[in-house]
């Protein structure tokens, strides 16, 4: 895998456009546009008092102060939106030899079949904060899956598509080292006298229309029936964050709603420093419909997926030629091949404008919208990365007879909502 590339300037508190998420596949279909405005004032919170807070001081050491920047960027550079930045740097200096106390909190609900922006981009992304020497807690919501009533509330059939999804994140390289798998109903059983009462009270500290708006951390939405269990989901998922000691919380922008309901407890509790949100990218669907759907698998390429069926389903993606906002071929270069290999390679025809290789992603932008780059060979030249990323994957699940034992169980399940 090449170097991380430095992605185009992104404005830290940009929305993005729903996609899959990592914690639940389904989530993206229903974010809403708009930001309430009790968040907007969360999000805005003064750190006044954070900001008194003793770090440690760099005694103008310049070599320390690069060291602190380039962390700092690193990090950043997960996420779409960042709150707060002034916070992500007050971090970083009172821990600054401590880097492996910096815990960065990541999960997901085990509901089926894996698509490649959880497995490429979660990996790139854990490795992105590794290599700061951050430790990275991945949450396998066991538990939140059967609430959700996910593989219809099998936890037998949960758990062993979270570990088919941890084979996939090992076949894909992700940094192991600094990277522990939780399994929520194991640490939650373990510990359960200092779960529950934090569960319970973050329930007693909020109404009912506040639990019921992170409704589409789960893939729902508000005005849907609603079972108990999936009133009690956000309150849990919210105390995960404290109770894994989490610094920063690096989940999808789908997720941005018990985020803010972590910080607006922290305020009611006075805990500080409150967890820092750091929201990634959610990626499109290929059809073009703005998500992907677990009910129509041409939406999305899946981590197993086949050479064959990979490259047909990139030459059916939506593709308009010489746009580039909302093309979901476009997104696949900016946020899965460039990050990979460092660039993108294009072989074609000499007539057709022969080869290049784009380090770029203003150059393939600025070359699709003017013509110079055609859409037949953005896709075929797609396919042809996308292919060599998942080769190790596919491997893995020939080679090793557990993980494709592992893989034929998980393509029997009938995935539910």
Known sequence: MGDFYKPRKVSCTESCKAMDSPRTPEAAATMTKEIPEEEKKAENVTNKEVKKMEATPDNGDPARKTLIQERFNLIKSVGEECIQLDELEQLLERKFDRMHEVVCYDGFEPSGR????????????????TKAGCTVKIWVADWFAQLNNKMGGSLEKIRNVGQYMIEIWKATGMDNERVQFLWSSDEINAKADVYWPLVMDIARRNNLKRIIRCCQIMGRNESDELSAAQILYPCMQCADIFFLK??????????????????EYSDEVKRKPKPIILSHHMLSGLTGQGKMSKSDPNSAIYMEDEEAEVNVKIKKAFCPPQVTKENPCIEYVEYIILPWFGRF???RKEQDGGDKVYESMDDIITDYESGALHPSDLKSNLSKALNKILQPVRDHFKNNAEAAKLLKKVKAYRVTK
Request: hydrophobic residues 50%; contains cysteine; glycine residues 6%.
């Open 345 to 347: 390679e294009v072989l």
């Open 246 to 263: 989490a610094d920063i919380c690096q989940l999808g922008m789908d997720q941005r709603k018990v985020n803010m309901l972590a910080r």
């Open 114 to 129: 894996m698509h490649i922006a959880q497995g490429v981009m979660k990996s790139l992304s854990v490795n992105k904060l």
